[in-house]
T-cell receptor, first 113, second 112 residues
Framework: GENVEQHPSTLSVQEGDSAVIKCTYS??????FPWYKQELGKRPQLIIDIRSNVGEKKDQRIAVTLNKTAKHFSLHITETQPEDSAVYFCAHDGGTSYGKLTFGQGTILTVHP | DAGVIQSPRHEVTEMGQEVTLRCKPISGHDYLFWYRQTMMRGLELLIYFNNNVPIDDSGMPEDRFSAKMPNASFSTLKIQPSEPRDSAVYFCASLPLAAEAFFGQGTRLTVV
């Protein structure tokens, strides 16, 4: 019940285009859905998160949508820039309400200038 | 606060040797997590503590791995004996209840 499927595994876009990464989970008890960005050789860092009581959250060029019925959530990055290039991980908490996170396998995003 | 601090940043050791990884969580955070990251398996949760007490160690791969948290400001992950397949980046993360997890810089372990 804790698995999370993340797609695509790699994503290549031109600067200025939008990027969308999707995750599907199976645990209906999950309430917390963060997205982490990891640059090469660095730690994962939270970029945006959403809790189950809302369907969408936006922070400048980044947005996350959540469909609890269908058990999927997505990361949307608009007006991509080369510095957005990194590995992005989705995660969910399996209903634990704290940081016992199960991570997706990651998406390697490359933004070409 | 300097964030979650891990040491060493890099460790190269020979197969069979004991390896100890260290973590200092952010002060006031109740939870501490140890993750392992590899290309093949991604980010895996190994063990986590709540108020210094181990809660779930089901992710620890085998008996060669052990973790302790003797106080609120220090945790160790020990591998004895180490094997080449243990090579990975090991992250420690801490958080207060129901908030984001802050990761340390990680320890890159290479077992030769």
């Amino acid at each position: 019940g804790e698995n999370v499927e993340q797609h695509p595994s790699t994503l290549s876009v031109q600067e200025g285009d939008s990027a969308v990464i999707k995750c599907t989970y199976s645990d209906s008890a999950s309430n917390y859905f963060p997205w982490y960005k990891q640059e090469l050789g660095k730690r994962p860092q939270l970029i945006i998160d959403i809790r189950s009581n809302v369907g969408e959250k936006k922070d400048q060029r980044i947005a996350v949508t959540l469909n609890k019925t269908a058990k999927h959530f997505s990361l949307h990055i608009t007006e991509t820039q080369p510095e957005d290039s990194a590995v992005y991980f989705c995660a969910h908490d399996g209903g634990t309400s704290y940081g016992k996170l199960t991570f997706g396998q990651g998406t390697i995003l490359t933004v070409h200038p | 606060d300097a964030g979650v601090i891990q040491s060493p940043r890099h460790e190269v050791t020979e197969m069979g040797q004991e390896v100890t990884l260290r973590c200092k969580p952010i002060s006031g955070h109740d939870y501490l997590f140890w993750y392992r990251q590899t290309m093949m398996r991604g980010l895996e949760l190994l063990i986590y503590f709540n108020n210094n007490v181990p809660i779930d160690d089901s992710g620890m791969p085998e008996d060669r791995f052990s973790a302790k948290m003797p106080n609120a400001s220090f945790s160790t992950l020990k591998i004895q004996p180490s094997e080449p397949r243990d090579s990975a980046v090991y992250f420690c993360a801490s958080l207060p209840l129901a908030a984001e997890a802050f990761f340390g810089q990680g320890t890159r372990l290479t077992v030769v």
